[in-house]
């Protein structure tokens, strides 16, 4: 009897747990404020998960101009970088591209993604095309090969995003996920501990704390009883 109600007891506190325990939220949108140190350069670009891939959204705001552009043909290319950036807006803090299958910098063939890096935006879209005042109308596409959490093609949380000038890295921006808590940030994401500069963090590591509270409370219970059996 001793053993099977010290059983029970184990079950019911694993039951408490996992009852308490909240559920991770689905990630489903991102954006990146992309700039330059001094504000020459500047755009926006927002990531909406939707079926079948990743909805991008590209808006630029100012500095991008024909005049600007090295190549004035090939305009600005640009792409998701594997860390966030440095202080200051340091854009080589960010890394190389996102490139979980190693595929390398071979040039992309849009109609063959398995030659693209995954974070090589332009590549697969094409580049920003110069224009005489800095912006252009909103650029969109879905890309298939982008994911917030995805292992297999290297998860987006984390990341950057680089505006690039003939190859130079002029401008960039953290990508932001509503949603992610950054590890070891306190339960915060983005600009001085809110997910875009503004708004407080979302809720979900405090939520995931008490439960974590609520299953070692009813397990030290079990625990108490069990050895008062004994």
Same mark, same amino acid.
């Not at 039951?15 to 559920?23: F, I, T």
């Not at 909406?48 to 004035?72: S, Y």
């Not at 080589?92 to 390398?104: C, I, Y």
């Given at each position: 009897?001793?053993?099977?109600?010290?059983?029970?007891?184990?079950?019911?506190? %694993?039951?408490?747990?996992?009852?308490?325990?909240?559920?991770?939220?689905?990630?489903?949108? %991102?954006?990146?404020?992309?700039?330059?140190?001094?504000?020459?350069?500047?755009?926006?670009?927002?990531?909406?998960?939707?079926?079948? %891939?990743?909805?991008?959204?590209?808006?630029?705001?100012?500095?991008? +101009?024909?005049?600007?552009?090295?190549?004035?043909? @090939?305009?600005?290319?640009?792409?998701?970088?594997?860390?966030?950036?440095?202080?200051?807006?340091?854009?080589? @803090?960010?890394?190389?591209?996102?490139?979980?299958?190693?595929?390398?910098?071979?040039?992309?063939?849009?109609?063959?993604?398995?030659?693209?890096?995954?974070?090589?935006?332009?590549?697969?879209?094409?580049?920003?095309?110069? +224009?005489?005042?800095?912006?252009?109308?909103?650029?969109?596409?879905?890309?298939?090969?982008?994911?917030?959490?995805?292992?297999?093609?290297?998860?987006?949380?984390?990341?950057?995003?680089?505006?690039?000038?003939?190859? +130079?890295?002029?401008?960039? %921006?953290?990508?932001?996920?509503?949603?992610?808590?950054?590890?070891? +940030?306190?339960?915060?994401?983005?600009?001085?501990?809110?997910?875009?500069?503004?708004?407080?963090? @979302?809720?979900?590591?405090?939520?995931?704390?008490?439960?974590?509270?609520?299953?070692? @409370?009813?397990?030290?219970?079990?625990?108490?009883?069990?050895?008062?059996?004994?």
């Amino acid at each position: 009897m001793l053993f099977k109600s010290a059983a029970a007891l184990l079950t019911f506190a %694993g039951l408490v747990a996992a009852q308490g325990a909240a559920p991770a939220a689905e990630l489903k949108h %991102g954006f990146a404020n992309v700039s330059s140190l001094n504000g020459d350069y500047l755009a926006y670009f927002t990531f909406d998960k939707v079926e079948g %891939g990743m909805n991008i959204t590209l808006t630029g705001l100012k500095g991008l +101009t024909i005049n600007a552009a090295v190549n004035k043909t @090939a305009g600005y290319e640009y792409h998701v970088h594997v860390t966030p950036m440095g202080p200051k807006y340091g854009c080589m @803090a960010t890394g190389g591209h996102l490139d979980p299958f190693n595929v390398g910098p071979a040039p992309c063939n849009p109609k063959n993604l398995t030659s693209c890096q995954t974070g090589d935006l332009s590549g697969k879209h094409g580049n920003i095309v110069p +224009t005489e005042d800095g912006t252009f109308p909103a650029i969109q596409y879905i890309d298939t090969q982008l994911s917030f959490t995805e292992p297999a093609n290297g998860p987006m949380v984390g990341r950057s995003v680089v505006i690039h000038n003939n190859g +130079t890295r002029i401008a960039c %921006g953290d990508l932001i996920v509503e949603g992610y808590t950054v590890p070891g +940030t306190n339960g915060t994401n983005g600009t001085n501990g809110t997910t875009d500069g503004t708004k407080p963090a @979302a809720e979900g590591t405090g939520k995931s704390s008490a439960a974590k509270l609520v299953g070692s @409370a009813a397990l030290t219970g079990v625990v108490a009883l069990f050895m008062m059996a004994l």
